[in-house]
């Protein structure tokens, strides 16, 4: 293997420090840390109101939060899914891809999954920033109530939501650094608040026994009875964050933090719990639906700080999923479940990257979701539907992934059935919201699932019915290409040759190519060149490899480039011939007219090849609409010249015709003098045109 360029940088590693728990904080954290925002407000709005709650009521409610962030954050999440890690990367696609060789239809849970949390991630950052602005709504500063009416709430909402989206092009470690000491403060702030309630009514610890959380479900307290878990479970909605993020930080670090979020945030919800038993029956709040006691429970001369501490927290929480999300696109284009977008990477560190067309249908998406609810409590709502759904799938995905580590069938069952069982509840209790709202993260889900689904069925069709793209070894095409460089008869194309392609086990490579460089138009050049890109892990690798085949006219390149290097393939092409040739593996290529004095290196160009649905496609109408949208997806999305460099170079794309299916061929018949020729519509239609002129 040879060196491109001496380039190393050392890469940060995600290990457990200082500076590494405070960047988690940031990074991590927001969409769980923020649920207390929001989540007491929509369990005492969802039973009627302040009026209709009772002490029983309300120990059962904060005792099911408490078991919910239990089973499913610390259990599930951090405990299980967290070791499920593919190289580092989380997220039900980095599982999927850990277990996939199991069973081929493991990847409908894994599209399911994927395509429900990119949809709650649209939601969140919209729920939770608009919550927190809420809190300001008709508060005096310095005796101006800057925030008066909803319309104003929504505009501030979108100022903070587009600024969010804005500093993502920096990468999460630079957020991480600015966002963390933030996340600390709010955390400890938020358990501060909550223990200085508690410490007024220790009572309210008898929540930690769940007979209260099982009582509330069956009491007639409840107004709404099992539905109340679809509240309950917005507590627990930043757990699949969680999960995707653990390539932004590392294991270690999430496991140094969880225990002190956790401690903060169940204080925080024991102390509201302890400020709604106390003024449950007071005549200001009855009937009221409208206040929030996560901000009722501060004292009025902290209050200010404390929806400002807020408003910076939902602005983290949108981060979570956001980051999130950008992992989890990446993951579904390495496995061809969504077509190949441009991938920018910040920072030194793999795992933290930013996607520009993610980050802009988002922002798009956000702003349209907080025009279309209005109010927090209408996307409260909609909240969490999606969400349930990714869980289940998480869970049936993590029972293969204890089976491939062959773990004992009776526990991979009591896992699967213990938290399946409870997320199937969390489900349908969820599925009340649907007509309130949950059908635009429904639909939002559908689209993205139908596209993962035309990419990938549309690969299926196009590996299994494709006529004539089979694969082909260069070696059986040796002797023609060796003829076709030295015929004379065909004028010299271009000295150096370059097919951007795959070459395979045993020289193999599409047929397409072949038929480019001999059937379609003869290209005649002086060397032919076959180059594959590797992404690797590490950020700086430019190393290559090649291999002529006893020629001097065949190269097969490998190119091994880090994940931060822009694939100029031109450029290094370049260096990769002056290395040959100074080697004495190729002749020297002198050109007569240049600019560039003693120029050894001929010309290049570049054909890529684009694949055409042809006419002559015979499979049926189902299979048909799916390959256009696919083709449709493909010419959108970032083309090969932009993805290989090659802007600037000579390139050529050569469309060739994809066959699906066996073709018929309508076999002509030969007339003779004797036969009598057909008449034709031109014919029908000179006939009336003679009338016409009588």
């Not at 223990?195 to 930690?208: G, K, M, T």
């Not at 694939?567 to 290529?589: T, W, Y």
Request: aromatic share 12%; with cysteine; hydrophobic share 45%.
């Amino acid at each position: 293997m040879n060196s491109l360029e001496q380039k190393t940088k050392k890469q940060p590693q995600h290990k457990l420090s200082a500076a590494g728990l405070v960047i988690t904080l940031g990074v991590v954290y927001g969409d769980i840390g923020t649920s207390p925002l929001y989540v007491m407000k929509s369990i005492i709005n969802g039973n009627g109101g302040m009026d209709h709650v009772s002490y029983d009521f309300i120990v059962g409610s904060v005792s099911l939060i408490f078991w919910t962030i239990t089973l499913l954050t610390t259990i599930k999440y951090v405990g299980i899914a967290l070791r499920a890690d593919n190289n580092g990367e989380g997220g039900i696609f980095a599982l999927y891809t850990l277990v996939r060789r199991r069973a081929r239809w493991l990847v409908i849970p894994a599209m399911i999954g994927g395509a429900a949390l990119l949809a709650d991630g649209m939601l969140t950052p919209a729920v939770t920033v608009t919550t927190a602005i809420e809190g300001l709504k008709g508060m005096k500063i310095a005796n101006h109530i800057p925030i008066a009416t909803q319309g104003h709430v929504i505009l501030w909402t979108m100022v903070i939501l587009t600024f969010l989206f804005f500093i993502q092009r920096f990468g999460t470690e630079i957020i991480g650094r600015a966002f963390g000491p933030i996340m600390l403060i709010w955390f400890t702030f938020i358990g501060v608040l909550g223990l200085s309630y508690i410490s007024q009514d220790l009572s309210i610890l008898r929540a930690l026994n769940p007979y209260y959380a099982i009582k509330l479900l069956v009491s007639p307290e409840n107004k709404l009875g099992l539905l109340i878990l679809g509240s309950v479970f917005l507590a627990t909605t930043g757990a699949e964050a969680l999960y995707s993020d653990l390539g932004h930080v590392g294991r270690a670090n999430i496991y140094g933090t969880w225990p002190y979020v956790k401690i903060c945030l169940i204080l925080n919800y024991f102390g509201q719990a302890v400020w709604i038993i106390q003024h449950a029956h007071t005549t200001a709040y009855n009937h009221v639906t409208n206040f929030n006691p996560f901000f009722e429970i501060m004292p009025q001369w902290l209050r200010l700080f404390g929806i400002a501490m807020a408003t910076l927290a939902a602005i983290i929480a949108s981060q979570a999923l956001i980051s999130g999300s950008f992992t989890l696109v990446s993951e579904a284009i390495k496995l061809k479940l969504l077509p190949r977008l441009h991938i920018v990477y910040p920072t030194n560190l793999k795992g933290q990257l930013y996607i520009p067309s993610v980050n802009l249908i988002l922002w798009l998406a956000c702003l349209a979701i907080v025009m279309f609810f209005r109010t927090s409590s209408a996307m409260e709502a909609a909240y969490g539907l999606a969400i349930t759904v990714t869980m289940l799938m998480t869970t049936l995905l993590l029972y293969q992934y204890l089976r491939s580590k062959n773990a004992k069938p009776i526990l991979a069952w009591l896992m699967v059935l213990f938290f399946g069982s409870i997320e199937l509840i969390f489900f349908i209790s969820s599925a009340a919201k649907f007509l309130h709202g949950g059908y635009v993260t429904a639909f939002i889900a559908f689209v993205i699932l139908a596209i993962m689904f035309i990419w990938q069925y549309g690969d299926y069709i196009k590996n299994n019915k494709s006529y004539h793209t089979e694969d082909v070894s260069l070696l059986a095409y040796k002797n023609q290409l060796n003829d076709l460089k030295n015929d004379a008869d065909y004028p010299l194309f271009t000295t150096n040759l370059v097919y951007m392609t795959r070459v395979k086990d045993k020289y193999r490579i599409k047929k397409d190519i072949l038929y480019s460089i001999l059937d379609k138009r003869p290209k005649r050049a002086e060397v032919y060149w076959f180059v594959t890109v590797n992404v690797t892990d590490e950020p700086y690798t430019a190393s290559y490899t090649t291999e002529m085949f006893d020629t001097d006219y065949m190269v097969n390149v490998q190119l091994y480039l880090g994940f931060r290097m822009e694939q100029r393939v031109n450029v290094f092409l370049r260096q990769i011939i002056a290395d040959m040739m100074k080697s004495g593996q190729l002749p020297r290529q002198p050109q007569r007219y240049t600019t560039i004095p003693d120029r050894k290196v001929g010309d290049f160009s570049f054909v890529l090849i684009q694949e055409n649905l042809s006419p002559e496609t015979q499979i049926n109408g189902w299979e048909k609409v799916i390959i256009q949208l696919r083709l449709f997806l493909q010419k959108i999305t970032i083309t090969p010249t932009t993805w290989f460099g090659l802007e600037y170079a000579d390139s050529l794309v050569e469309h060739v015709p994809l066959i699906l299916g066996k073709p018929y061929f309508h076999k002509l018949h030969r007339l003779t003098r004797l036969d009598k020729i057909p008449k034709s519509d031109t014919d029908e239609e000179n006939e009336l045109e003679d009338e016409d002129q009588s």
